[in-house]
T-cell receptor
Framework: GDQVEQSPSALSLHEGTGSALRCNFT?????VQWFRKNSRGSLINLFY???GTKENGRLKSAFDSKERYSTLHIRDAQLEDSGTYFC???????????FGKGTSLTVIP | DPKIIQKPKYLVAVTGSEKILICEQY?????MYWYRQSAKKPLEFMFS???????DNQTASSRFQPQSSKKNHLDLQITALKPDDSATYFC?????????????FGAGTRLSVL
């Protein structure tokens, strides 16, 4: 079964607004990463967390291993934020990251 | 400049043939990986290598064989290709293995098996 459930699968935001993406895990994960797939199909690193929260500009991520979830908050969305966002979580000790199915974000003018 | 180079970007193969997907990283990382993304499925972990040694293998088929000729290379040889092997194959690396370091991905090789 899927180790990582990502929601929503698609999201539309008006410019300047914000929302949160979420990943729930079926078991305790030791780390999580968030990526955005760019127009070329490359996965761009956003955050790596082993615990707690991190913030970078208009993005903020949180990871609660005990409660088995991670979130990615986007505030003041801009058109260039459109894309597909993925979370991935590490279970074992050898970087076997399990990926969510992605959230397709569209920012509307 | 991309620091993880995957070649080729697109690859078309016939059923039963053999192909090698190339991956080189210039990040000075000691761990490298292969992931695969088939249509409408999440990225799936395939292999992890650390210091050129296999650490984890989640690929059921022996038709998939990683090859590490240098520390910064991890190629993927696929034999007896099947249409179900059609997918985008992503190479990744991290400073060390063990799940405690950020993963960096290449742009992928999109393989189509006819």
């Amino acid at each position: 079964g899927d180790q990582v459930e990502q929601s929503p699968s698609a999201l539309s935001l008006h410019e300047g607004t914000g929302s949160a993406l979420r990943c729930n895990f079926t078991t305790t994960m030791r780390a999580v990463q968030w990526f955005r797939k760019n127009s070329r199909g490359s996965l761009i690193n956003l955050f790596y967390l082993a615990s707690g929260t991190k913030e970078n500009g208009r993005l903020k991520s949180a990871f609660d291993s005990k409660e088995r979830y991670s979130t990615l908050h986007i505030r003041d969305a801009q058109l260039e934020d459109s894309g597909t966002y993925f979370c991935a979580a590490a279970l074992t000790g050898y970087q076997n990251f399990y990926f969510g199915k992605g959230t397709s974000l569209t920012v509307i003018p | 400049d991309p620091k993880i180079i995957q070649k080729p970007k697109y690859l078309v193969a016939v059923t039963g043939s053999e192909k090698i997907l190339i991956c080189e990283q210039y990040l000075g990382h000691n761990a490298m990986y292969w992931y695969r993304q088939s249509a409408k499925k999440p990225l799936e972990f395939m292999f992890s290598y650390s210091y050129q040694k296999l650490m984890d293998n989640q690929t059921a088929s022996s038709r998939f064989q990683p090859q590490s000729s240098k520390k910064n290379h991890l190629d993927l040889q696929i034999t007896a290709l099947k249409p179900d092997d059609s997918a985008t194959y992503f190479c990744a690396s991290s400073q060390e293995g063990g799940g405690q370091n950020t993963l960096y991905f290449g742009a992928g090789t999109r393989l189509s098996v006819l």
